[in-house]
């Protein structure tokens, strides 16, 4: 069976409501993990943040909890080099993880996270979804692909996230998101629906909030 990938849809005001309510709710940076003895309890619900170095992970983040230097973001790539922990109100961890395919990076870093990336993807109970964001200029690129293999070895399931938005025209974007849809469907741990977003312009923010409330 061919999986459509379609856009999420837009969800009812109740669960916008309820969404807008939880990423009201106080946020902080818990801590930055370099090694699995590291990682705050699994005692509460969990989502992380994949995607190539400089694709607006951190962007996002802020953008969500609505606090603009929360999750550092810069023009800097690589710049997040640990597992960083949010708390999202009481109930939630949100994980920003560190970007991978950063070309300057020496090998024996990239093997060290690696290592790190997939023991934590593989090892989180918690860990309800993976949002894979993807550069909407660019589409889904070989270390992507990488990710989610690995996500679909750890059975994690992984919904795509199209960020930057604002920078492409939407008959362009038309072209790359048949590009993911197509790379997708060789995924099993795909989630069936994609976000668009944009950090800068607000676009997709409270549908991806919404997602992330409904989430149990
Ligand atoms: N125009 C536009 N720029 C964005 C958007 N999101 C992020 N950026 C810019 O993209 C650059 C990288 O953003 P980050 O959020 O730091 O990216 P990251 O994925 O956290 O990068 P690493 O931590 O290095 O892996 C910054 O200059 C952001 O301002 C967006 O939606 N629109
Ligand atoms: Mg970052």
Known sequence: MQIPFTLAEQPDEQIIEAARV???????????????????PDDRLEVCFAGRSNVGKSSLINALTGRKGLARASNTPGRTQE???????????LVDLPGYGYANAPLAVVEKWQRLLKQYLSGRATLRRAFVLVDTRHG???????????????AVTFQVVM???DKVKDSDQVKILDQVREKLSKHPAAYPELVMTSAEKGDGIPLLRSIIATLT
């Open 140 to 154: 889904i690129k070989p270390v992507d692909e990488e990710i989610m293999t690995l996500l679909d070895k750890s």
């Open 22 to 40: 939880l990423f009201a709710g106080e946020t902080e940076f818990l801590k930055g993990v370099v090694a699995m003895d590291g990682m705050p």
């Open 163 to 165: 960020t930057k938005a």
């Open 83 to 93: 597992i960083n922990f949010f708390t999202l109100a009481e109930s939630h961890y």
